[in-house]
């Protein structure tokens, strides 16, 4: 089977790798990828807004299954531009992608299916917005209603900043604080079933002690020793499997990977936010971890025949560690050498921002490696991490110092 895969981070990087290790994967393609991705797959540039460039692509390549991996060109629609054209698409059509797009539009699939989340009121006017900041109190969490890179969410005690905030967006959706700690949950769906994955922790803050500004994720891990056992299947019963359900009684069935933010609170699990892709840094310690081949799972997602697939995993642990560069998340620097990444057992090295400049591998984004350690349990996969992240030489950059260390704590404690 030929694979085009759409997207050029650290996410693609490791779903690259998945695709590739399934022997039913003959050719791998990747748009417009980045020289990590290079050394696996055969890139070719691509503007990934442009829906038609996307689709001439995959005609060009005659390929047989589609994977789309960010979330603007599926919320553009490029899954059903491709799908018209007669291609098997891993990534729902641009209606099933508001779950993505708009978090009203989530909280009304949410509401008419069921599924737990926060209270939330959707504004447009400033006295509106008063009226819901003061009914929630403190603290406050003000979304922007579209999608926004990461930063559309204030979570606030201060109302004079909740307050701007909610000026500054168009329509916006302010809800009721959710306290508890927050997993990542994945579905893979074909628009009937939804297999559910084992969930992950991102670390959403830039520094240490979840301090500083919010971020795209500086790192996650797999699988959560603290978490109830029954997680997965009750995630699946009361998010996944109604989401899917009201999506398809709908008429706009979601194919492919449906991410649930969820809040484990003392009432119970809520969800903080739908996505319409795999989650980045979570993908890599989950694609690692997983035995299923990759690409025969996507490929029956996309093709309506999920009905007797199952997903396999490893009893390993994994550990991701976002090397990010200086200024990240405001204004990182770019163009910054990397001049030395290791090659170590039982790590992986993603590539995020980077691009080639002449023979050297630059910084190119604010995200520009992660690095994933794999090991018998947390505390040793953190160490394969950290030992591999700590000789990587890019001025200026940094990473959390912290990233699953709570848990492997707690894990030693058992
Ligand atoms: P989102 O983009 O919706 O994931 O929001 C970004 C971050 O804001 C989440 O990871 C949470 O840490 C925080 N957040 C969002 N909604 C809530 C909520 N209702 N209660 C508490 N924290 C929230
Ligand atoms: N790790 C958060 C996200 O992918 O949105």
């Given amino acids: 089977m030929k694979i085009l895969l759409v997207g050029s981070g650290g996410r693609e990087h490791a779903l690259a790798l998945g695709l590739k290790a399934d022997k039913s994967c003959t050719e791998l393609h990747v748009a417009p ?4 991705i290079s050394s696996i797959a055969t890139l070719h540039p691509v503007v990934i807004t442009d829906n038609q460039a996307i689709c001439e692509l995959a005609k060009t390549l005659a390929v047989d299954l589609v994977v789309i991996g960010p979330e603007v060109p599926l919320v553009n629609g490029v899954a059903d531009v491709l799908r018209e054209a007669g291609f098997a698409v891993f990534g729902p059509s641009k209606a099933a992608a508001q779950l993505e797009g708009s978090k009203d539009f989530a909280k009304g699939v949410m509401r008419d299916a069921g599924v737990p989340t926060a209270r939330s009121f959707t504004c447009t006017e400033k006295s509106e917005i008063e009226k819901a900041l003061d009914t929630f109190g403190a603290p406050y969490v003000v979304k ?10 204030v979570v606030t005690e201060d109302r004079q900043i909740a307050l701007a905030h909610a000026l500054a967006c168009n329509r916006v959706v302010i809800e009721q604080y959710l306290k508890g700690p927050e997993i990542s949950l994945f579905g893979i769906s074909d628009g009937r079933n939804i297999l559910p994955m084992q969930p992950a922790q991102d670390f959403k803050r830039a520094f240490d002690n979840d301090e500083g500004p919010n971020t795209g994720g500086m790192g996650a891990y797999s699988p959560l020793p603290w978490a109830p056992d029954d997680i997965v299947e009750e995630t699946y019963e009361i998010v ?8 398809a009684a709908r008429g706009t069935p979601f194919v492919g990977l449906l991410y649930a933010g969820l809040a484990l609170t003392d009432e119970g699990i809520r969800v903080i936010e739908f996505n319409a892709r795999f989650g980045d840094p979570e993908t890599q310690v989950l694609i690692p971890r997983l035995v299923t081949p990759l690409a025969t799972l996507l490929y029956k997602a996309a093709t309506d025949s999920l009905d007797d697939a199952v997903l396999q ?11 990010a560069a200086h200024g990240y998340p405001e204004s990182p620097k770019t163009g910054t050498p990397i001049s030395h990444i290791p090659t170590i057992e039982n790590t992986q090295i993603f590539h995020a921002g980077t691009s080639k400049s002449g023979d ?22 953190r160490d394969r991490a950290y030992r591999a992240i700590s000789q990587i030489e890019l001025d200026g950059s940094f990473y959390r110092s912290d990233i699953a260390l709570n848990a492997s704590v707690a894990e030693k404690g058992n």
């Fill in 33 to 36: 990828g980045n020289p990590g």
């Fill in 360 to 381: 050297a591998i630059v910084s190119a984004g604010g995200r520009v490696l992660t690095v994933t350690g794999i090991g018998s349990d947390l505390t040793e996969a």
């Fill in 144 to 153: 922007d209603d579209g999608l926004a890179a990461g930063k559309g969410v």
């Fill in 313 to 323: 995993w490893r009893d390993d642990s994994a550990v991701t560690v976002v090397l």
């Fill in 240 to 247: 996944l499997a109604p989401v899917i359900a009201e999506m």
